[in-house]
């Protein structure tokens, strides 16, 4: 048989058509089947370390985890096929260290506080997140479509925002919950999304007259006045959820994710100027007048006074930084270390300290090589879509992603004040994990997009 050879172009032309349809879910099966082995083996090795033996629930969990890697899979493959291979795997396999690190958790903490285990609830969740992704792959067949309902969006975003400042008590000294009987859940969680598509479909209509207008001061173009209504009204918003609902975390995802969409919408570097002095005026504002914010500053501070005096606040960043060096380079294995004593927060923003402590800096640096890796898919999508809705939409929803994270590992690490946010996937918070899935279905959505998109330009060469 007679071989191929591709000359020059040919393979110029090859190398950007990318993977088939096929080949990318082939890809993908793969990388989900690798996921699905690293959450197992986890899972047996935090029970042979806790209780000596293979945990007696293996089979259901590998199961599980067999069915949230499949589902989504063959959803992908009949509605999606031109997806991001690798968007779904790494979801699943967060996914999976989350619930590692919380059957491991909860072996502690049923000793240490006799509390409930959260394991099971947090597979619950995952499994509804799960369902969810695919539901919005089956109805939502173009991301454009959301352009239409931006205005409307945008209106649900500002209510659920706003509706935990209305209900009675807080949490922790954050109102960020709404309660419902007995059920409870975070709106900032899909507030978060929810924003990215009004801001993406609102700058992609207003990008010329915030790019090419406003005089220049010092050799810096500034905003015209007229067009800074919203990051002006942006920065109200963000002040009044910090002020009446003290959540810092909310906060400052909602007021950077505007920020890096219009400096990305505009191209322009004084907008994120002018950002960056806004969000420092309002924090320095807020900070000196609200209590629990300006407690939140001072243990950042002063994170050992309270091993000193009782009347110095949390020690939980104290014991956090001392577990984070206690697990040096490789940690000291699952099962094996002390994070149980952070208390409370230690399965929800701190679990990062339980990856620190048992499989050290090595381990750290994988979880947060996971997270960037999940945010540059992303906008590797932007770069290859045409349309400028799914550009801004995707670098929105990469950004939401990579500004949580940063907030909540840099409050854990003590490089900036404890927010209260929750980890993406890995933390137990079931709003959290199913808005987060509900992130993945739409870079899932439109990743196929600027997959078909690179196709068609190949065909039509």
Same mark, same amino acid.
């Not at 949390?314 to 270390?337: H, P």
């Given at each position: 048989?007679?071989?191929?050879?591709?000359?020059?172009?040919?393979?110029?032309?090859?190398?950007?058509?990318?993977?088939?349809?096929?080949?990318? %879910?082939?890809?993908?099966?793969?990388?989900?089947?690798?996921?699905?082995?690293i959450?197992?083996?986890?899972?047996?090795?935090? !029970?042979?370390?806790?209780?000596?033996?293979i $945990?007696?629930?293996?089979?259901?969990?590998?199961?599980?985890?067999?069915?949230?890697?499949?589902?989504?899979?063959?959803?992908? %493959?009949? @509605?999606?096929?031109?997806?991001? $291979?690798?968007?779904?795997?790494?979801?699943?396999?967060?996914?999976?260290?989350?619930?590692?690190?919380?059957?491991?958790?909860?072996?502690?903490?049923?000793?240490?506080?006799?509390?409930?285990?959260?394991?099971?609830?947090?597979?619950?969740?995952?499994?509804?997140?799960?369902?969810?992704?695919?539901?919005?792959?089956?109805?939502?067949?173009?991301?454009r479509?959301? #352009?239409?309902?931006?205005?409307?969006? =945008?209106?649900?975003?500002?209510?659920?925002?706003?509706?935990?400042? /209305?209900?009675?008590?807080?949490?922790?000294?954050?109102?960020?919950w709404?309660? *419902?009987?007995?059920?409870?859940?975070?709106?900032?969680?899909?507030?978060?999304? =929810?924003?990215?598509?009004?801001?993406?479909g609102?700058?992609?209509?207003?990008?010329?007259a915030?790019?090419?207008?406003?005089?220049?001061?010092?050799?810096?173009?500034l905003?015209?006045?007229?067009?800074l209504?919203?990051?002006?009204?942006?920065?109200?918003?963000?002040?009044?959820?910090?002020? /009446?609902? +003290?959540?810092?975390?909310?906060?400052?995802?909602?007021?950077?994710?505007?920020?890096? =969409?219009?400096?990305?919408?505009?191209? +322009?570097?004084? @907008?994120?100027?002018? !950002?960056v002095?806004?969000a420092?005026a309002?924090?320095?504002?807020?900070?000196?007048?609200? $209590?629990?914010?300006?407690?939140?500053?001072?243990? @950042? #501070?002063?994170?050992?006074?309270a091993?000193?005096?009782?009347?110095?606040?949390?020690?939980?960043?104290?014991?956090?930084?001392f577990?984070?060096?206690?697990?040096?380079?490789? !940690?000291?294995?699952? !099962?094996?270390?002390?994070?149980?004593? *952070?208390?409370?927060?230690?399965?929800s923003d /701190?679990?990062?300290?339980?990856?620190?402590?048992?499989?050290?800096?090595?381990?750290?640096?994988?979880?947060?090589?996971?997270?960037?890796?999940?945010? #540059?898919?992303g906008?590797?999508?932007?770069?290859?879509?045409?349309?400028?809705?799914?550009?801004?939409?995707?670098?929105?929803?990469?950004?939401?992603?990579?500004? #949580?994270?940063?907030?909540?590992?840099?409050?854990?690490?003590?490089?900036?004040?404890?927010?209260?946010?929750?980890?993406? /996937?890995?933390?137990?918070?079931?709003?959290?994990?199913?808005?987060?899935?509900?992130?993945?279905?739409?870079? *899932?959505? *439109?990743s196929?997009?600027?997959?078909?998109?690179?196709?068609?330009? @190949?065909?039509?060469?």
């Amino acid at each position: 048989m007679d071989s191929v050879h591709l000359d020059g172009s040919d393979e110029h032309r090859a190398r950007a058509r990318g993977p088939s349809a096929a080949a990318r %879910r082939g890809r993908e099966a793969l990388l989900l089947g690798l996921a699905v082995l690293i959450s197992c083996f986890g899972y047996v090795y935090t !029970g042979l370390a806790t209780v000596d033996r293979i $945990p007696d629930g293996f089979a259901g969990f590998a199961g599980s985890m067999l069915c949230l890697a499949l589902v989504p899979h063959l959803a992908a %493959r009949r @509605w999606a096929p031109y997806a991001d $291979p690798l968007i779904l795997p790494l979801a699943v396999l967060l996914s999976g260290i989350g619930l590692v690190l919380l059957y491991r958790l909860d072996f502690s903490y049923s000793a240490r506080y006799s509390s409930d285990p959260t394991a099971s609830s947090q597979l619950m969740w995952t499994v509804i997140g799960v369902g969810l992704c695919v539901g919005v792959l089956i109805v939502l067949q173009d991301h454009r479509r959301l #352009q239409r309902y931006i205005f409307l969006t =945008m209106a649900v975003a500002l209510v659920l925002l706003m509706a935990p400042a /209305f209900f009675p008590g807080d949490t922790y000294g954050a109102k960020r919950w709404i309660f *419902i009987g007995s059920l409870s859940f975070q709106p900032g969680e899909f507030v978060k999304t =929810m924003i990215a598509v009004f801001f993406a479909g609102y700058l992609v209509i207003h990008r010329d007259a915030l790019a090419l207008t406003g005089r220049k001061v010092l050799g810096v173009r500034l905003p015209p006045g007229r067009q800074l209504a919203p990051i002006l009204t942006v920065w109200v918003l963000s002040l009044l959820v910090l002020v /009446f609902e +003290r959540d810092l975390g909310t906060s400052l995802i909602f007021f950077g994710l505007f920020v890096v =969409m219009l400096y990305v919408a505009t191209e +322009r570097f004084s @907008w994120v100027l002018f !950002g960056v002095l806004m969000a420092a005026a309002g924090a320095v504002v807020v900070g000196s007048a609200e $209590p629990h914010v300006k407690g939140r500053i001072d243990a @950042w #501070q002063h994170p050992f006074a309270a091993l000193h005096s009782q009347n110095a606040g949390s020690d939980q960043l104290a014991k956090a930084l001392f577990g984070f060096g206690s697990g040096g380079v490789t !940690g000291t294995g699952l !099962g094996q270390g002390h994070p149980d004593l *952070i208390g409370f927060a230690g399965r929800s923003d /701190f679990i990062l300290t339980t990856v620190g402590e048992e499989l050290g800096l090595a381990g750290t640096m994988v979880v947060l090589m996971l997270y960037a890796l999940l945010a #540059q898919r992303g906008l590797s999508t932007a770069v290859a879509l045409r349309d400028p809705f799914g550009k801004l939409l995707a670098v929105g929803l990469s950004a939401a992603l990579a500004l #949580q994270v940063f907030v909540v590992a840099g409050g854990v690490l003590g490089l900036i004040p404890l927010t209260g946010k929750a980890l993406p /996937f890995l933390a137990k918070s079931g709003s959290s994990l199913v808005a987060n899935w509900l992130m993945v279905a739409l870079l *899932i959505r *439109i990743s196929d997009s600027a997959g078909r998109v690179r196709a068609a330009a @190949w065909s039509a060469d």
